[in-house]
């Protein structure tokens, strides 16, 4: 049963037979009759069938969260007995947005002073996907905004607040001062992140409540675009102040910080809400909760 709750998950993932069953390492055919025989157990259809996937039922979407939750259950049996046999080992996966992936190491650093032998896969993406990959069991942990909008059945443990930085050039409009107001960002030809980012989000709502806009002049998903740009001397952009001291910036930019209205937003990290946590979840919110003072 739980050979074919895994299959449902991958097919959920990939959205496609081929792909679902190559991930999986079993041929398509044997991916099929496995989907059958689970439907055959539960007595309903799980999956919308033509020649190629068109979705799952309502009884499939159902089944989906009990499998999320069950093989979610079998993979921290697994884990906890092995941790038992031996010391903690294997692979955590952990999903960022771009705005924390400068601090990240504050994290893995510290937990594999103490457990050698685990692994780390970190991942970039945006805050929606966080989620999405959290609930699908495509990752262990994530790390985004925890207060700003919805976030689901997750628990959260905060690490940080996001304050915010006009990055700019010395001679560059408003480059001399020691803090610039939102009204006088708007007013700023600035490279941006793309908006369906939540930081970009954030930083439209607080030009908007001072009635100002973003008039970005280039945009991109990635923060290093971004800074090697104002790195020119000839562009500006906002980013996260933590972010602003992780660059270590250069000459050339300041890091001006932005004031009226102070905004900040709190950065955390999600993982699922399930009891027992698997044994290294735990030792990753162990480390977390001890390292967020000193991120404050």
């Not at 689970?38 to 069938?49: A, K, P, S």
Request: proline content about 6%; glycine content about 6%.
């Amino acid at each position: 049963m739980i050979d074919k709750l895994e299959l449902l998950l991958a097919l959920a993932k990939e959205r496609h037979f081929g792909r679902a069953a190559e991930a999986c390492g079993v041929t398509q055919p044997t991916m099929s009759t496995s989907l059958k025989q689970l439907e055959e157990i539960l007595g309903v259809m799980l999956v919308q069938r033509g020649s190629r996937f068109q979705g799952f039922t309502p009884e499939g979407e159902r089944t989906l969260d009990w499998a999320r939750r069950i093989v979610g259950d079998a993979r921290a049996m697994r884990q906890e007995i092995n941790s038992l046999k031996d010391k903690l080992s294997g692979e955590i996966r952990i999903a960022a947005i771009p705005t924390v992936l400068g601090m990240v190491a504050s994290l893995t650093t510290p937990f594999r002073a103490r457990h050698p032998d685990v692994r780390f896969r970190v991942v970039s993406c945006t805050s929606a996907q966080v989620l999405g990959l959290l609930e699908n069991l495509e990752v262990d942990a994530g790390l985004t905004y925890i207060e700003n909008e919805p976030i689901g059945n997750v628990r959260t443990i905060p690490l940080f607040n996001e304050s915010y930085r006009l990055l700019t050039s010395p001679e560059g409009m408003f480059g001399d001062r020691k803090q610039v107001t939102w009204t006088e960002v708007g007013r700023v030809p600035l490279c941006l992140l793309t908006p369906d980012m939540q930081n970009r989000r954030i930083i439209d709502r607080a030009l908007k409540t001072v009635g100002a806009e973003a008039t970005p002049t280039l945009t991109s998903n990635s923060l290093l675009v971004l800074y090697t740009h104002v790195k020119t001397g000839r562009w500006a952009s906002v980013m996260p102040a933590k972010l602003a001291e992780t660059l270590g910036l250069a000459d050339k930019v300041r890091s001006i910080p932005i004031v009226d209205p102070v905004v900040d937003y709190s950065i955390g990290m999600v993982v699922p809400q399930r009891d027992p946590m698997t044994p290294l979840i735990a030792a990753l919110v162990q480390i977390a909760r001890e390292v967020a003072p000193s991120l404050q």
